[in-house]
């Protein structure tokens, strides 16, 4: 008796379901036609102003997209993500790291940097990279490029890759642990530089960061009158700032060490070459921005 109520019980719902089946205003009974259109998959795009355990890698694969909080600690922070537009959006494969592509995309990446940190990054100790997505994810539609800034031990030397704590959003807006300033400069025994270590400004020291200089398109310098160019242009930058005259006694007053980026760097477009004084015969304990003259002597070979 309760099998066959049961029973009964379910009949008379399905009965009560089926008499509740009109069409309601505005159905016109064709299924077929009442389905959303299913949005296209669109490929992943990286996230900009945040960071990564890891660091820099020229390409960026999602297997390997783990961000974390940049008030942990972390080797690299993207501060901006950009997109291939135009002929370069309708290429096959991601652009090479020399293409015409790369150094429209770090330009645009050198710019966003200095807003975000607050100055040219080149003014402290970091390192800006381009990361592209994976060829796989190119074909996929992926056409973003990540602007990527890691800290570094020091750049005179090529440092390594630095572990930090904290954004690095305007990290160089006023003096900062990571500003270029002063130096102890040591030579080999060909004349080159051996150890360039970072020095107080207080104590003796023999060197110092004056500035930046952009360089125009053309060749990696390799050759003695490549790098005389770069020592003419940033002895300019050294005179503004130490408060000399930019004249012919410029090098008598000061030797000069000029530092562009590793020349794969060069490649990819950057043209900053940051740029020394140096004092060879002798050492001082200040800082010598706005020195002037006397801060600066003219000293000539006996």
């Known amino acids: 008796m309760r099998r066959w109520i049961a029973v009964l019980a379910v009949g008379g719902a399905a009965t009560l379901a089926l008499s509740a089946c009109g069409k309601p205003a505005g159905v016109d009974g064709d299924l077929s036609d009442d389905w959303k259109a299913v949005a296209e998959p669109q490929p992943f795009t990286p996230t900009a102003e945040i960071c990564h355990e890891s660091d820099y890698a020229e390409t960026a694969y999602l297997s390997s997209y783990e961000p974390v909080d940049c008030a942990t600690t972390h080797r690299l922070e993207t501060v901006y993500v950009g997109t291939f537009t135009g002929a370069a959006a309708g290429l096959t494969a991601p652009p090479g790291k020399d293409s015409a592509e790369i150094k429209a995309a770090f330009a645009e990446c050198d710019t966003k940097t200095k807003e975000y940190v607050g100055s040219d990054w080149r003014n402290g100790r970091l390192r800006l990279a381009v990361a592209l997505p994976s060829a796989q994810a190119w074909t996929g539609g992926a056409r973003w490029f990540r602007c990527d800034v890691t800290e570094v031990t020091n750049?005179?030397?090529?440092?390594?890759?630095?572990?930090?704590?904290?954004?690095?959003?305007?990290?160089?807006?006023?003096?900062?642990?990571?500003?270029?300033?002063?130096?102890?400069?040591?030579?080999?025994?060909?004349?080159?530089?051996?150890?360039?270590?970072?020095?107080?400004?207080?104590?003796?020291?023999?060197?110092?960061?004056?500035?930046?200089?952009?360089?125009?398109?053309?060749?990696?310098?390799?050759?003695?009158?490549?790098?005389?160019?770069?020592?003419?242009?940033?002895?300019?930058?050294?005179?503004?700032?130490?408060?000399?005259?930019?004249?012919?006694?410029?090098k008598y007053r000061t030797g000069v060490v000029s530092l562009p980026g590793s020349e794969d760097e060069w490649k990819g477009g950057n043209r900053g070459v940051r740029c020394y004084l140096w004092l060879s015969e002798r050492t001082v304990n200040r800082s010598m921005k706005g020195a002037g003259p006397n801060g600066l002597p003219i000293r000539y070979a006996d």
């Open 155 to 250: 750049v005179e030397d090529n440092g390594d890759t630095a572990a930090r704590t904290g954004t690095l959003k305007g990290v160089l807006k006023a003096a900062s642990p990571l500003s270029l300033g002063c130096y102890s400069v040591k030579l080999a025994k060909d004349s080159s530089i051996d150890t360039m270590p970072a020095a107080e400004c207080a104590k003796d020291h023999n060197s110092e960061f004056a500035g930046v200089w952009t360089a125009p398109d053309g060749a990696y310098p390799t050759k003695s009158a490549d790098w005389d160019k770069f020592h003419n242009e940033c002895r300019k930058v050294i005179a503004k700032f130490a408060g000399v005259p930019n004249d012919g006694n410029i």
